[in-house]
Nanobody, 124 residues
């Protein structure tokens, strides 16, 4: 059974930091790109960052470049999203997802499996 489980969300003040985790199981981690998406009320889901750890490829949407860092622990099949200098506009439910065989994508239709999401709230 494929599982992606996000954790690490919470409430933080603007300027603060959070680290999200996406623990995966049930598929060959090296064959998949893992992406982070977010969705806030009234907005479409947005691709934030992506990693294909076996190919050492990462992607960031422009709005988070220099503030967010994606990484992976291949031994634990887990991907992390370190979020620094958080802003109120980063408030959203954050989802991780897995896409087979690609290097990276911010297009959600490319992704095969999804987690349930974790809430990130940044107070201004």
């Amino acid at each position: 059974e494929v599982q992606l489980v996000e954790s690490g969300g919470g409430l933080v003040q603007a300027g603060g930091s959070l680290r999200l985790s996406c623990a995966t199981s049930g598929f060959t981690f090296a064959d998949y790109a893992i992406g982070w998406f977010r969705q806030s009320p009234g907005k479409e889901r947005e691709g934030v960052s992506c990693i294909r750890s076996s190919e050492n490829v990462t992607y960031y949407v422009d709005s988070v470049k220099g503030r967010f860092t994606i990484s992976s622990d291949n031994a634990k099949n887990t991907v992390y999203l370190q979020m620094n200098s958080l802003k109120a506009e980063d408030t959203a439910v954050y989802y991780c997802a897995a896409a087979y065989g690609i290097l990276y994508s911010d297009y959600e239709a490319m992704y095969d499996y999804w987690g349930q999401g974790t809430q990130v709230t940044v107070s201004s």
